[in-house]
Every structure is written in C-alpha cells, then in structure tokens.
C-alpha cells in the first residue's frame, strides 16, 4: 500500500503536525527535524498527492481564457464550451476569464498577455496567432511562473506548457487523402483555401495536404493556398473567380473556416463535379453533406480541448505531468452518413 503521512511520522518519530509543517513547508522546524522527515520520506518512497491536498485547502484556480470574437462558427461553438465549463467552476474549483479578440489581431493578443497579473491567474489557455510578438508575451508570462496552454492552433516558437488540439500536419495529410479517393484518378487541379498562414494549424494543414498530393496522387496540382482570414464573403469572392478563372479545378480543400461563402459559390452546371473537403462540424458544413455538396467534414471536438486545456493547466500548476492519452485530440472524418 502506499505510504501515508502516519507513516513518515512513524518512521521519523515525530508527530503528524510536524509532518504536515514540513511537507509543507512551513516555519518553526529545527533544521534536524526536517532532515529526519525527509529522510523518513525518502525510504518510504512517499509521493505527495497534490491534488488531494489542494482539494483539502480547497484551492481554487483562476483561469483565463483567450479567443477571437466574431462570426466564425467553431470559435463560438468553442466559446459556448468554454461557458459551460464556466457553470461546473465550483464542482471544478476553478473561475475563469474569457477574453475575446479581434481575429488574426497579434497586438490585440499582446495586450491581453501583458494585462495578465500571475498572482491572480493560474494559467491561459490561448487560441494564438503565430507571431513573434505573440511568442514573447507568452514568454513573458513563462518567466512569471504562469502556464499557457495553445488551444487549436499552436505557438510552436513560443514556451507555451501544452498544446490542446488535433494534429493538424496529419489532419492535411487526411484531407489530401480523401481528396485524392474522390477524384477517382481524375487529373485536374485542387484549390485550397485557406484562413491565413499566420495561424499554424493553417500552416501544418496545407503543409501536410501538399506531402501527401504531391506525392501520392501526381495527376493532381494544388492552387493556392488562397488567404481569406476565415471570412465567408472573402471565401465565396475567391472560390467563384477561381472557378470562373480555371476550368481544370476539380477538387476543393477549405483547411479553414467560411464554409457558408464556399456554398454560396458551389451552385454549378451540372457537369462540373467538385470533390470538396472542409473543416468542423457546423450548421453550414451539415447542410454541405446533407445537399451533396460537400464530400467529407474533418473535425475536432472543441468540448475536448476545452476540458483538456482545464486539466493540464491544474496539474501544471500543481507541478504534475498531464496525462498524455486523455489529453490526445482526435481527428474525426464525417460523412453524409455517419454524422452525428
């Protein structure tokens, strides 16, 4: 069994009190006792359950949430997770911040960062915008003693704790996959659209999505990527005039957001057929499978990486290790017919 507090009192013939006052490291101890603990700790083999102690002390952690505002249908089904995570706080002995940002606005972010006072704030869990700007204030916050967690896209520069979200290289290297499988062996071109490549789960997807085309499916050429900063007037301007502009695309890879201007742009002569492949589980994206107009939806389950940003952040602060399995993000391929 494991060792408890009884017993390093036992062993080092002190009373409980002192034990605790050691452990916790707090005054009015003779230096020889707490080398008699100590050494009693170390032959036991005791490990201090930290969150057992803090459920004790009822420790509460404050956390702050950082995402972008604004019409994106994901993020606000992420913020809608984010509030109700906000209703379990007291189960959870947790209070959160949400901070909302103007989309793709690295300064808006830098602000928010600066803004953050470490003795009130646990962790941040950040949707970031991959800058060098935004890298430094996470560092800043590093050098505080403050944990952040990047949620969806990562930070990689940067000394952020933990990473919550798919593997986006792997969810491009999917997307090509399935592209390549519903063209059939046609030779024609691709058109990728992308939010922007300052965003690093845009960057890793059009990176992997090009690996595995160019490699695997030769009879198929990419187009773009074209930058639309993830709006749905930008996306349905950019789909039509390629389309119009270039009669041998054949296929359509959204690696980001403004699904509802790509349906806008999709009404076509009944003898062009697009293979397409979008992102996240949404109202537009299910009416794209439902109307034949979409092939296949790759998503992620925003609820998961809200939970999982929650969890690493209160073990980090309580100098743990998350737990690698539970906190994995999984890439998910819905079709028509297996949608939830």
Request: proline fraction near 5%; charged fraction near 25%; charge should be neutral.
């Amino acid at each position: 069994m494991r060792p408890t507090v009884h017993d390093i009192a036992a062993e080092a013939g002190v009373s409980l009190a002192t034990v605790d006052r050691v452990l916790n490291a707090r005054p009015g101890v003779r230096q020889k006792t707490v080398a008699k603990v100590a050494a009693a700790v170390q032959r036991l083999g005791y490990v201090r359950d930290v969150q057992a102690a803090n459920l004790a002390k009822k420790r509460i952690y404050p956390l702050v949430f950082v995402i972008p505002e604004g019409p994106n249908s994901f993020m606000r089904s992420l913020e809608a997770e984010i509030r109700s995570a906000m209703q379990r706080s007291s189960v959870e002995r947790t209070s959160f911040q949400l901070a909302k940002v103007p989309p793709l606005d690295a300064d808006a972010i830098v602000r928010v960062l600066d803004a953050i006072d470490p003795a009130n704030v646990t962790g941040v869990a950040l949707v970031a915008t991959d800058t060098a700007d935004v890298s430094a204030a996470v560092n800043r916050l590093a050098d505080k003693g403050v944990h952040v967690t990047t949620l969806v896209s990562d930070l990689p520069g940067s000394r952020r704790t933990h990473f919550c979200g798919i593997d986006n290289l792997a969810a491009g290297r999917t997307a090509a996959g399935l592209i390549g499988r519903f063209c059939s062996g046609r030779t024609g071109k691709v058109l990728v659209v992308a939010g922007s490549m300052a965003l690093s789960d845009h960057m890793d997807r059009a990176s992997g999505f090009a690996a595995v085309l160019n490699s695997d499916f030769p009879g198929l050429e990419i187009v773009g990527p074209v930058e639309t900063n993830d709006e749905a007037d930008r996306v349905c301007q950019a789909v039509r005039t390629s389309l119009e502009a270039d009669p041998d695309i054949i296929a359509i890879y959204n690696l980001g957001a403004g699904n509802r201007g790509l349906l806008e742009a999709m009404p076509l002569p009944n003898d062009r057929k697009l293979a397409v492949v979008v992102h996240e589980v949404t109202e537009t994206s299910r009416r794209g499978l439902a109307e034949g107009l979409f092939d296949a939806v790759i998503n992620q389950d925003c609820g998961h990486e809200v939970r999982s940003a929650i969890r690493v952040l209160k073990a980090r602060s309580d100098g743990l290790m998350p737990i690698s399995a539970q906190d994995r993000i999984r890439i998910d391929i819905f079709l028509k017919d297996n949608l939830p």
